[in-house]
């Protein structure tokens, strides 16, 4: 598909950008740019808004004040089409309306790419196959996602946003219900594409996932604080103490920092 | 979504047709199948052609028109509220088309003037049932089908109480709208129009409909401009239901019966169901119609019965699976 | 001019050409529509119970060759094929009895059926006879269009005769507070538009419900509680329906229950616009004189 050919640098930043949490004080307005490359992650306690935040940045949600651009044009001036060619989203409670097979499922993700009338050809049937190939879930192709399990459930929905291949991908909780292995190859996957162009963008509830694979790393505070930055700055024991309101020690495992839990 | 759609659309609509010949072969005046072929050659007996093309091929085409509409309705509107339970007829479409329609025949208009009355009557309707159980949550099967029952419930009280007043003259003529019949049906081809005209509109909508079926945000981050895509098909729902009342009264289930049986067979996605289920939707009717033409003949039974009689059933089936 | 007169002389020469005219029967129905004929009528279908029973009172019964469901007077109507309910009738039996002229019911037939019927060029003489002379006039349009107009005047004006015979008797009547039941649950009247309610009047009985707007109106059974009729008439046979007058035994206040004037008049003499009613007003216009007897 031409639309899998995009310009090597691109960017989705945010100006002045404040989510819209109600009943909430503003709190730190957002300035950050995300770019090819990188792989952010958000971090946060319960309640913070990052899904808010994802979703804002999906432009599902009207931010309180502020803008979006994606690559300088302001994304309202996008059409929604053109938006999802460029930006993906993958949930983090998905509902199953009808019954859907796991193909079905991943050649959704076609959807912005295809004319009105357009029915999926041989190659996005191929790209849906790469796609579920690459997340291990190929096998499953024609069971009905309601008879999956969690993880495979959560691979499919990565599968679907890489069959969209968009350029910024915007994961919530990408690792839920994965086991380590699972979880593992999927940040894997997300540092591959980042290193091939994508830009990765990402809550995280695993601090040590963070660590290990995001360059990046946004701060969310319950009271709307916010601060970001490379990774090694970020990930500072005093910042991340305050962040989850909880004393932590640090250990070294192979050069990057772990972070565990001190016993109260 | 994947699955070739030339071949079951290609079995419908020739099972559609076997049964609009059977349709125009059956009747309570037994006529061969030979003199049948007769007929439409352009030869036979007075009284077989005034039987054939005066009585039994308005009527089974009203039939099928009427299927089509009411089935292709149903499958929109499952779609848009993401519940397989959504039918005209539980959410009380149908009656409040109803009630739009015997508000003109009361004030004494005609024709246009009824169709448009039932229109505003299934758009006033379905706003009612969207608006009030939406509230500030989201459709839950539960709220949806509740208020759909209990707006369709105050829709009946208002139709008794229309026809407690109305002049007895058209007292008979109005009964109908209660327990849908397709009898009175003469003129089958704007309720066809309807229906070829909104398959072809929304068939070429059909994948974006497969991607709002999997809920509003994961529809909009896939690039669909939700709110408008959901308004038209409101509109086109409430359409196909008022066309479909107009020509028969409101009869029950069958948008119900036929989306739910195709998606079990056919996969969920809606470039088939949509052209398979306005088929399917009218070969149903078609037979449920002769029926209950011949089945007490010469006493006539209303083909709302024999569909009620089928889709209960699947309804309670369908709500006792749903847990 | 010479164009004109040819027009004329074509006119004149098609009148004298087509001799079926000389033989037209015209009538002009309840719907105000002149049906005209080409021959009377040898094939008759009547769609309602009392079209059937008004049929055989204008002479035409032996022409009848559909009825509908409850054609049960007179007992020759029963043999006939039966196209239906009155409701809903089966157009296609209807069809292959091909009648030249169906007897329609302004408010018992759906009305698509019957203008589907006229489109297909079938005569409809529409009928909704309301008064008794009603029930005389729809007689003799009936014989006129069936060519029976000999027997069907006779008994018209048999009809004519009788109700006049009982008007003149009961002309100085005392009047007669009266409740007539149509029906017992829900509980139904009749008001003074309706043929009940000139029979009612005709003999000198005064219907407590007469001034109430719908034909056929409900009613609750304190509304005939407070209007306190001195009689209650019951359009029922009697046996299998004895709990619609006895009801009224509980409440000894009423003054029909207090002198028990609590009669059966039986419904097919009295709610069918047919000859019939000369009969059934015979026996109302006794049992109000019976009414009377028991005044104090």
New interface residues.
């Given amino acids: 598909m031409s639309g899998n050919k995009r310009p090597p640098m691109q960017a989705l930043s945010t100006r002045e950008l404040v989510i819209d949490i109600p009943g909430r004080a503003d709190g730190y307005p957002l300035d950050l740019t995300i770019k090819s490359g990188q792989v952010w992650g958000v971090l946060g306690p319960n309640g913070a808004g990052k899904t808010t935040l994802l979703h804002t940045l999906a432009g599902l949600r009207a931010p309180r004040a502020g803008a979006l651009f994606l690559n300088d044009v302001p994304t309202t001036k996008l059409k929604r089409r053109a938006l999802s060619q460029q930006l993906g989203l993958v949930f983090q409670d998905r509902q199953d309306g009808f019954p859907a097979t796991v193909l079905e499922t991943a050649l959704i993700g076609r959807h912005p790419w295809l004319a009105p009338w357009q029915m999926e050809g041989a190659d996005d049937l191929a790209m849906a196959e790469r796609s579920l190939e690459a997340l291990d879930v190929l096998h499953l192709k024609n069971r009905l996602v309601s008879t999956l399990s969690g993880g495979e459930r959560q691979r499919v929905a990565i599968a679907t946003l890489m069959t969209q291949s968009p350029h910024t991908w915007l994961l919530d909780e990408p690792t839920n219900h994965l086991d380590l292995h699972h979880q593992v190859a999927v940040m894997k996957l997300l540092t591959d594409r980042a290193a091939a162009g994508n830009a990765i963008f990402m809550c995280l509830h695993d601090l040590n996932l963070a660590a290990r694979w995001c360059d990046h790393i946004l701060l969310m505070y319950p009271n709307g604080e916010t601060c970001w930055g490379p990774a090694e700055r970020m990930l500072v024991p005093d910042a991340l103490e305050r962040l989850y309101n909880q004393q932590l020690a640090t250990v070294e495992v192979d050069g990057a920092p772990f972070f565990v839990p001190k016993r109260v | 979504?994947?699955r070739p759609i030339t071949l079951p659309l290609a079995v419908l609509a020739v099972a559609g047709l076997i049964a609009m010949v059977m349709s125009v072969g059956i009747?309570?005046?037994a006529i061969a199948p030979a003199d049948v072929l007769l007929v439409f050659l352009g030869e036979g007996s007075n009284?077989h052609r005034?039987?054939i093309f005066?009585?039994?091929l308005p009527r089974t085409l009203s039939a099928f028109a009427t299927g089509g509409l009411l089935a292709v309705a149903g499958a929109l509107m499952?779609?848009l509220l993401?519940?397989?339970l959504a039918d005209p007829y539980v959410l009380g479409l149908s009656g409040g088309a109803a009630v739009g329609a015997l508000l003109a025949m009361l004030a004494g208009l005609g024709g246009a003037v009824i169709s448009g009355s039932a229109f505003a009557g299934a758009m006033l309707a379905t706003l009612m049932v969207f608006g009030l159980a939406h509230g500030t949550g989201s459709w839950t099967p539960s709220r949806l089908l509740l208020t759909g029952v209990v707006v369709a419930a105050g829709w009946g009280a208002v139709i008794t109480l229309m026809l407690a007043i109305s002049p007895?003259?058209?007292?008979?003529?109005m009964?109908?709208w209660l327990m849908g019949?397709v009898?009175?049906a003469?003129a089958p081809w704007p309720g066809l129009g309807v229906l070829v005209l909104v398959c072809a509109l929304v068939v070429?909508?059909g994948?974006?409909l497969?991607?709002l079926?999997?809920?509003p945000?994961?529809a909009?981050?896939?690039?669909?401009?939700v709110r408008p895509l959901e308004w038209l098909i409101y509109i086109l729902a409430s359409l196909l239901t008022a066309t479909a009342v107009t020509m028969a009264g409101s009869i029950g289930f069958v948008g119900l019966v036929v989306p739910h049986m195709l998606?079990l067979v056919l996969?969920?996605?809606q470039?088939l169901i949509l052209p398979a289920c306005a088929l399917a939707g009218g070969t149903l009717l078609v037979l449920a119609d002769t029926l209950a033409?011949v089945v007490i003949?010469?006493?006539?039974l209303?083909v709302g019965v024999i569909t009620a009689l089928l889709g209960v059933p699947t309804f309670l089936y369908l709500l006792y699976r749903s847990r | 001019m010479g164009k004109l007169k040819g027009v004329s002389i074509l006119l004149g020469w098609m009148l004298l050409a087509s001799p079926a005219l000389a033989s037209y029967v015209c009538a002009t129905d309840d719907l105000g529509e002149e049906i005209c004929l080409e021959h009377p009528a040898k094939r008759i279908a009547a769609l309602s119970p009392g079209a059937t029973e008004l049929a055989w009172a204008a002479g035409a019964g032996d022409q009848v060759v559909a009825v509908v469901a409850y054609s049960d007077y007179p007992p020759a109507a029963r043999e006939v094929a039966s196209v239906g309910s009155h409701t809903r009738m089966d157009m296609e039996r209807l069809l292959e009895l091909q009648p030249d002229l169906v007897i329609g019911w302004v408010t018992g037939n759906p009305t698509e059926q019957l203008v589907s019927l006229k489109n297909m060029g079938v005569p409809v003489f529409s009928i909704e006879p309301r008064s008794f002379e009603a029930v005389s006039n729809t007689i003799e349009r009936i014989s006129i269009l069936a060519g029976t107009e000999a027997e069907g005047f006779a008994e018209a004006e048999r009809f004519r005769q009788g109700i006049a015979d009982l008007q003149e008797a009961y002309a100085k009547a005392d009047p007669v507070p009266v409740f007539y039941q149509v029906w017992d649950e829900p509980l139904m009247t009749v008001n003074s538009q309706h043929l009940i309610g000139e029979m009612i009047e005709l003999c000198g009985g005064d219907n407590v419900f007469g001034q109430l707007d719908r034909l056929v109106p409900r009613i609750s059974a304190e509304a005939v509680i407070a209007a306190n009729p001195e009689a209650i008439l019951a359009g029922g046979m009697g046996e299998e329906n004895r709990h619609w007058l006895t009801r009224w035994q509980a409440f000894p206040s009423i003054t029909a229950t207090e002198r028990n004037n609590l009669f059966f008049i039986p419904p097919s003499l009295v709610q069918r616009p047919t000859p019939r009613m000369l009969e059934g007003t015979q026996l109302f216009c006794e049992k109000l004189e019976v009414a009377r007897g028991r005044r104090p």
């Fill in positions: 979504m994947i009747g309570s005046v009284l005034t039987l005066e009585l039994r499952q779609v993401r519940n397989p007895a003259r058209e007292l008979p003529g009964l109908y019949d009898s009175y003469r070429p909508l994948r974006s497969n991607v079926a999997r809920g945000m994961q909009a981050a896939l690039g669909i401009s998606r996969g969920n996605d470039r033409r003949a010469p006493e006539q209303p």
